[in-house]
């Protein structure tokens, strides 16, 4: 081989030592890969072989086959194969040569502290007190101190060893069952960030209020209907504190409102307010709201009496001692007779020589209450004198001997009177007394009324000793007869 190709063979391999042998392949000739068989030169003598040549050329020595002489100009020289190249890939721009990954990094782990976190620290105790009058119906509360700033509390009361359920405010209102026992409250209070610590008070000992407003007995309040009332029904006078207030039908309870007429309320404070129309008694219990009995525990039993408007004014009841007659009226202070029948309400009050009526005498408002006066506390005078009159159980008696018009005046008590006219028709056979009649006296009366003659017996007039009975009747149709005209008022 001439030094010129092993020159190329000697760039060739460093080129493809540097990465590069790809460029130079494509620009380099092509080499066939297969060796074409040669025929040397002959020489022109038996000679030596030139060890050069010999070395260059590894492959077998084909058969030659012998030449007249052999060339002497070197280029007549047989050409020379190199040994196969392998085949190199396709050029690729350089800068378009993939770049090898780098080997990929793996994660990196964190190192684990070998040192655990320290747990929250407790909170620094601070200090609880039970604050108040420790007397039944008053409030006590738990005051704390020296705790860090932004600490909050949770409570709870206890009473002698029981834990009192539900009693988890800062606040304790007593009762009359605690009267007697030892209270504490235990207050857990909590840092930020910190654990809880618990502390309890000292304790309490509660007492009975001997200052309560509320009596053993029956309070009783008065009240006239359509006014306005706002009446304490506190155990406590001034601040109630926390103490709640209910009313009740019974001492047990429960709650319930409609134990008031309509019209009347108990506020949770306990004031009784508003207004009634209706002229009644009524009962019923405050009930006072505790901690340990937060549905109401017994207070004070009350009754209210609810009497007739201020502006009431007197009216009477006048009915017939016939028994056969069952005509009543009622006589109204303004001088208004109502009659008890709806086909004739205007009819006079009428009678009979021989017979007589039965009057009583009681206060109507302007709502339609009415209030009967007792019979003791009426009397009643006559403007004949020959009228007899006389007080009994039912009322007053009224008998007539003599017929006209009289006009009969009821006094009260309280100094009201009231006066209407009676037409008293003739009797066909009326037979006057010869001897003062005599008036029945009931029990316990102060005795006859006003006008009265003293006897106490209505002379003979045809009636028998039913006579009382007939009267009776008659104040049962005046009572009748009074309903009427509430009715007939209230649907003017």
Aim: glycine share 10%.
């Amino acid at each position: 081989m001439s030094a010129a190709a092993g020159t190329v063979v000697a760039m060739i391999a460093m080129s493809s030592a540097f990465g590069v042998g790809a460029a130079v392949a494509d620009e380099a000739p092509a080499t066939s890969t297969t060796s074409p068989s040669v025929t040397p030169t002959p020489r022109s003598g038996p000679g030596p072989v030139d060890a050069t040549e010999a070395a260059a050329d590894p492959t077998p020595t084909p058969t030659v086959e012998p030449s007249a002489e052999p060339s002497a100009d070197p280029s007549d020289a047989p050409p020379t194969t190199a040994a196969p190249t392998p085949s190199a890939d396709p050029a690729v721009p350089a800068d378009s040569v993939p770049t090898p990954a780098a080997a990929s990094t793996p994660p990196t782990v964190p190192t684990a502290d070998a040192t655990p976190a320290a747990a929250p620290a407790a909170t620094a105790a601070g200090t609880v007190a039970v604050s108040g009058t420790a007397t039944t119906w008053h409030t006590l509360r738990a005051v704390t101190d020296g705790w860090p700033t932004g600490t909050t509390f949770t409570y709870q009361w206890t009473l002698g060893t029981q834990v009192v359920d539900g009693a988890t405010g800062d606040s304790y209102v007593l009762g009359a069952s605690e009267a007697g026992n030892d209270l504490t409250v235990a207050v857990t209070g909590t840092a930020p960030d910190e654990d809880p610590t618990t502390v309890t008070s000292a304790s309490v000992r509660v007492e009975t209020n001997d200052g309560s407003t509320f009596t053993t007995g029956v309070r009783e309040l008065d009240a006239a209907a359509g006014d306005t009332i706002s009446i304490p029904i506190q155990a406590l006078t001034g601040d109630q504190g926390g103490l709640q207030y209910g009313v009740s039908r019974t001492a047990e309870g429960p709650v319930d409102v409609g134990a008031l007429p309509v019209g009347l309320t108990l506020s949770s404070t306990g004031v009784l307010s508003g207004s009634s129309t209706t002229a009644r008694v009524v009962d019923f219990w405050v009930l006072a709201r505790t901690t340990q009995q937060p549905d109401g525990a017994a207070g004070q039993h009350v009754q209210l009496r609810i009497g007739l408007a201020a502006d009431a004014q007197m009216s009477a009841g006048v009915s017939s001692n016939d028994l056969d007659d069952t005509s009543a009226w009622t006589v109204f202070a303004d001088g208004t007779i109502l009659f008890n029948r709806r086909t004739d309400p205007t009819r006079p009050i009428t009678s009979m020589v021989g017979a007589g009526i039965t009057v009583n005498a009681g206060l109507s408002d302007r709502y339609g209450n009415t209030e009967p006066y007792a019979v003791v506390d009426n009397d009643w005078t006559s403007s004949v004198a020959s009228d007899v009159l006389g007080k009994y159980d039912p009322g007053t008696g009224v008998g007539f001997f003599e017929p006209g018009d009289r006009v009969l005046t009821g006094r009260a008590v309280d100094g009201r009177t009231i006066s209407f006219t009676v037409h008293v028709a003739p009797a066909e056979a009326a037979v006057a007394p010869t001897t003062p009649a005599e008036v029945p006296v009931a029990a316990g009366s102060d005795g006859p009324g006003a006008g009265a003659s003293g006897p106490t017996q209505l002379a003979f007039t045809g009636a028998d000793e039913t006579g009382p009975i007939a009267w009776a009747l008659g104040l049962l149709a005046a009572g009748a007869a009074l309903l009427t005209a509430r009715l007939g008022r209230r649907r003017a």
